[in-house]
């Protein structure tokens, strides 16, 4: 069996070679503290695209309220978001749901909180499987959403983003 030396930081998971990013060593990395170079601060939001992920709606209302609290926040620090949803989640853009919906003890309804997204600017894509699935058609989505469809569909909403977030 021919053996290769990987460097150190290198990710293997079940025998496939997955990163090897340069900045991580077992010795720096253990003792790095941020600079203005690795921290956060570097990289502002405003340069960023971001995917929410959502493939959950009324059936776990905390997955929802926060994937789009979140993609909110962002937008308010400047980020371009975008809203992806999948299997259940594709009935938070369905007009026929119920959207009056509260979780816990927030003071808006999914619907308000869905509304805020839209009109900051947020983009909503719908999986047009999932969609179909539950009999969403174009005349059932709200106001903002779309279905993800060439040369927007989703894997290449994906492989566009610099961050995706998962609900």
């Not at 070679?17 to 690795?38: I, N």
Request: include cysteine; charge should be negative.
């Amino acid at each position: 069996m021919k053996m290769l030396k990987l460097a150190t930081g290198t990710i293997v998971l079940f025998g496939t070679v997955l990163c090897s990013p340069s900045w991580l060593s077992t010795s720096a990395y253990a003792q790095q503290t941020p600079t203005p170079e690795t921290s956060l601060a570097a990289s502002p939001a405003t340069e960023q695209t971001i995917i929410v992920h959502l493939n959950h709606g009324t059936d776990d209302l905390h997955a929802a309220f926060m994937a789009l609290k979140v993609a909110h926040g962002l937008q308010k620090k400047g980020a371009q978001v975008m809203l992806v949803l999948t299997m259940e989640g594709v009935r938070v853009a369905d007009a026929r749901q119920p959207q009056n919906l509260r979780w816990g003890d927030s003071p808006m309804t999914l619907a308000e909180i869905y509304d805020e997204f839209v009109k900051a600017g947020g983009k909503v894509m719908v999986c047009p499987l999932c969609a179909q699935a539950i009999g969403l058609d174009e005349k059932s989505l709200r106001p903002g959403a779309q279905f993800a469809s060439d040369p927007n569909d989703i894997p290449s909403l994906i492989l566009m983003a610099d961050k995706i977030l998962d609900f």
